[in-house]
């Protein structure tokens, strides 16, 4: 499966930089991860974007608002996901300053919250990045996950 993980707007948070670095260096020998980032602007701008490039993608959109899961519930989800030949691809979506847009709530596949605490979108990208790599440290049955 090849997971992308989209934010809008250049890294500048230097903290969020190393941390984000860190974790797409420790990931890399788990699968195929990507990040990629888009240009920042207004919430139709973004999430606009974020549907066009994630097109025929499981969508998870990421809100303060969505569901709350545990990390044992994410690892589930992906072995569901793996198990389920037809996923190839799942992209997790990072909104702009505004948050995501209706539209995109209506075509996101499933909505998660990282906290129900609003994060800078730099920091809830190192969140998204440690439960990630803990997810898959917790696949392998691997110690970090504890
Ligand atoms: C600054 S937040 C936007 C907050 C905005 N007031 C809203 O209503 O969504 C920017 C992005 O970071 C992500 N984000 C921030 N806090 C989050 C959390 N606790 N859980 C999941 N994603 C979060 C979301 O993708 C959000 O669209």
């Not at 701008?45 to 993608?57: F, M, T, W």
């Not at 990072?94 to 906290?115: K, N, V, Y």
């Not at 800078?120 to 696949?139: F, I, P, S």
């Amino acid at each position: 499966m090849h997971v992308r993980l989209f934010v809008a707007g250049k890294p500048s948070l230097a903290y969020a930089k190393t941390g984000v670095a860190e974790y797409l260096k420790r990931l890399s020998r788990y699968g195929n991860f990507e990040l990629i980032h888009l240009k920042a602007g207004s919430s139709e701008k973004v999430s606009a974007d974020l549907l066009e490039r994630s097109k025929g993608h499981h969508r998870i959109a990421l809100d303060e608002r969505g569901k709350a899961f545990t990390t044992e519930q994410w690892a589930q989800t992906f072995e569901t996901l793996e198990m389920n030949g037809e996923v190839k691809n799942v992209s997790f979506l990072i909104g702009a300053s505004d948050g995501h847009t209706e539209e995109l709530r209506r075509q996101a596949d499933a909505i998660w919250q990282l906290s129900s605490l609003t994060l800078q979108h730099e920091l809830a990208l190192v969140v998204l990045l440690e439960q990630l790599y803990r997810v898959a440290t917790y696949r392998r049955g691997e110690p970090y996950h504890r």
